[in-house]
């Protein structure tokens, strides 16, 4: 267990069906992420929140909307997805210093789009 | 290609070889950091190798980073059929854009019992 829980980890949905990604750190970081894995395609990182704050958003559809209430608690809010959105999204949180960059990952949610 | 570029894209050994891994860069980096991921598993942080150091090393792990060619290798000594994975070189930029990683495709490692 590194530390960050992903939920569900496996989900199916119609295209207009809305469902939420949630993720949860215990590890006192300050720093959380998004990321998406598409096979064959490398790791795509698509938000970033500091202290809650988002700090990147890297031109995501607007049909993937990101929550961060605190910063141990991470949601991806889906709605309206398209097919080719179906794939591995892995949630990370890191300690934002210098000393500090590497990332934890959560187990993932693979998700399918019919 | 893109950032943080991996070779080759596949790997198969027999345990107790060495296996390498090659990873090519484009942009100034601050670090470049390698990971580990089990099939359908999330990735697991390996070694880290900031812009300043030439090698490094974790257990079976060594880690070599070559800024004037924008290259890092991963070898990993006497392998064992557990380090069957996919394995990602990600950089961080130059800066103080902390944690914004950039991933390669990936390396997959098959070691054979």
């Known amino acids: 267990e590194t530390g960050v829980t992903q939920t569900p980890r496996h989900l199916v949905m119609g295209m207009t069906n809305k469902k939420s990604l949630k993720c949860e750190q215990h590890l006192g970081h300050n720093a959380m992420y998004w990321y998406k894995q598409s096979a064959k395609k490398p790791l795509e990182l698509m938000f970033v929140y500091n202290f809650k704050e988002q700090t990147e958003n890297n031109s995501v559809p607007s049909r993937f909307s ?3 209430p605190n910063s141990s608690h991470l949601f991806l809010h889906l709605h309206t997805l398209q097919p080719e959105d179906s794939a591995l999204y892995l949630c990370a949180s890191s300690q934002e ?13 693979q998700l399918s789009v019919l | 290609s893109q950032q943080g570029e991996e070779d080759p894209q ?47 090393h974790s257990g079976r792990l060594r880690v070599t980073l070559d800024t004037s060619k924008k290259s890092s290798s991963l070898l990993i000594t ?36």
């Open chain 1, 66 to 68: 990101p929550e961060c």
């Open chain 1, 97 to 109: 210093s210098r000393e500090n960059e590497k990332l934890f990952f959560g187990s993932g949610t």
């Open chain 2, 10 to 56: 596949a790997l198969s050994i027999q345990e107790g070889e060495n296996a390498t891994m090659n990873c090519s860069y484009k942009t100034s980096i601050n670090n470049l950091q390698w990971y580990r991921q089990n099939s359908g598993r999330g990735l697991v942080h390996l070694i880290l190798i900031r812009s300043n150091e030439r090698e490094k």
């Open chain 2, 78 to 113: 006497a392998s064992r059929a557990a380090d069957t994975a996919s394995y990602f070189c990600a950089t961080a930029p130059g800066g103080t854009s902390y944690g914004k990683l950039t991933f390669g495709q990936g390396t997959i490692l098959t070691v054979h019992p």
